[in-house]
């Protein structure tokens, strides 16, 4: 499952419609219950866990994608 495919689940968006520039506030379901599911999600899909910094500092896309790439879990 790739960056996108969780974001899409998780927000219930289309796959084609998430990049690195999508933010929080552009996307109308994400709020703070939602983004605890994300993070989770994300720990689960990539099997790893984000730290706290990490977790308050996400606020789009390219931010989690920032995380996953310095634990060298995707390209």
């Given at each position: 499952m790739t960056l996108e495919n969780v974001f899409a689940e998780v927000f219930a968006i289309p796959a084609s419609s998430v990049h690195d520039t999508l933010e929080l506030r552009q996307i109308s379901s994400w709020d703070s219950m939602s983004h605890m599911?994300?993070?989770s999600r994300i720990?689960?899909?990539?099997?790893?866990?984000l730290t706290g910094d990490e977790i308050a500092d996400l606020s789009?896309?390219?931010d989690a994608r920032a995380a996953l790439r310095s634990r060298d879990l995707i390209s």
């Open positions: 599911v994300l993070i720990e689960e899909v990539f099997n790893m866990q789009n896309v390219g």
